[in-house]
């Protein structure tokens, strides 16, 4: 099983929709989470972190959910500039530095 | 805000030839890394760094290497270049200690290897 796990997508939504993304990840002493966006042929940037409670962005939502292992993120009202790629990212955090392990990624494309 | 910068955006190498990436930020982060990224795939780290002096290997070292003489540099070497290496490289740095700390990654390097 991969450490992180999601759909490649793409998922295909015209603008206004909401979307969300899973992401299910398999060291269940994991204790951060992030998601960040790649734009195509560029580097990726944080969008959010994943707290406990879950949080709240504007237009973006993450949700963690401990006993099944999976991240979550909702995205509201899509936005053409939303289309990219979003990456689940995990700190195992049993190594005692910031080792981050990368998803491959869901893609999501905006149509007007 | 120069944040992480690496160099060359891209290169093009002969199976054999070496070269190396350059990393440098400007943040004072302890923390440095090399990650590669292919097609469809997620980012795999090659190397990482606590701090000046200290390299450590990651999940795909071969072929490559590391030093840290500074803070601020972490270069990345690749010796006898191989068509497996054709790849996008990130290189990335976070703050210590810090369990959320964000990581910052420099533009890529687009790396084909013929």
């Known amino acids: 099983r991969k450490e992180v796990e999601q759909d490649p997508g793409p998922f295909n939504v015209p603008e206004g929709a909401t979307v969300a993304f899973n992401c299910t990840y398999s060291n269940s002493a994991s204790q951060s989470f992030f998601w960040y966006r790649q734009d195509c042929r560029k580097e990726p940037k944080l969008l959010m972190s994943v707290y406990s409670s879950g949080n709240e962005d504007g237009r973006f939502t993450a949700q963690l959910n401990r006993a099944s292992q999976y991240i979550s993120l909702l995205i509201r009202d899509s936005k053409l500039s939303d289309s990219a790629t979003y990456l689940c990212v995990v700190n195992p955090m049993n190594t005692g530095f910031q080792k981050l392990v990368f998803g491959t990624g869901t893609r999501l494309l905006v149509s007007p | 805000n120069a944040g992480v910068t690496q160099t060359p955006k891209f290169r093009i190498l002969k199976i054999g030839q070496s070269m190396t990436l350059q990393c440098t930020q400007d943040?004072?982060?302890?923390?440095m890394y090399w990650y590669r990224q292919d097609p469809g795939m997620g980012l795999k780290l090659i190397y990482y760094?606590?701090?000046?002096?200290?390299?450590d290997k990651g999940e795909v070292p071969n072929g490559y290497n590391v030093s840290r003489s500074t803070t601020e540099d972490f270069p990345l070497r690749l010796e006898l270049a191989a068509p497996s290496q054709t790849s996008v490289y990130f290189c990335a740095s976070s703050y210590k200690d810090r369990v959320l700390a964000e990581a910052f990654f420099g533009q890529g390097t687009r790396l084909t290897v013929v």
């Open positions: 760094s606590v701090g000046a002096g200290i390299t």
């Open positions: 943040m004072n982060h302890n923390y």
